[in-house]
């Protein structure tokens, strides 16, 4: 049973940053590519990153402000965030996609398996 948990989350100042973990509980964890996407209140579920082997995506709204990386003798993969805005605000997911070449990666159908979520508040 794959399980996904993040952590890290809370509340910091804009400017601020965070860094959010996510542990996976997958055997061949090395060979799913891994998401992070985020909700806000009254908002669509919003594509944030993606790593995929060695290649990243982001998001439109995060790029130079967010990295992601993850730790494959760990399970993990982290999201650092810098540079935090008020809007950034919202749960933050994690997610895993057994394709790893998914052209449609933005996509949250695409992910098989989510966390729960951790909640981020940037106060202005």
């Not at 009254?42 to 998001?59: D, H, M, P, Q």
Request: charged share 15%; aromatic share 12%; glycine share 10%.
């Amino acid at each position: 049973q794959v399980q996904l948990v993040e952590s890290g989350g809370g509340l910091v100042q804009a400017g601020g940053s965070l860094r959010l973990s996510c542990a996976a509980s997958i055997r061949t964890f090395s060979s799913y590519a891994m998401g992070w996407f985020r909700q806000a209140p009254g908002k669509e579920r919003e594509f944030v990153a993606r790593i995929s082997r060695s290649l990243t995506y982001y998001g439109d709204s995060v790029k130079g402000r967010f990295t992601i990386s993850r730790d494959n003798t760990k399970n993990t993969v982290y999201l650092q965030m810098n540079s935090l805005k008020p809007e950034d605000a919202a749960i933050y997911y994690c997610a895993a996609d057994g394709s790893t070449s998914n052209p449609n990666y933005y996509a949250a159908r695409n992910y098989a398996y989510w966390g729960q979520g951790t909640q981020v508040t940037v106060s202005s």
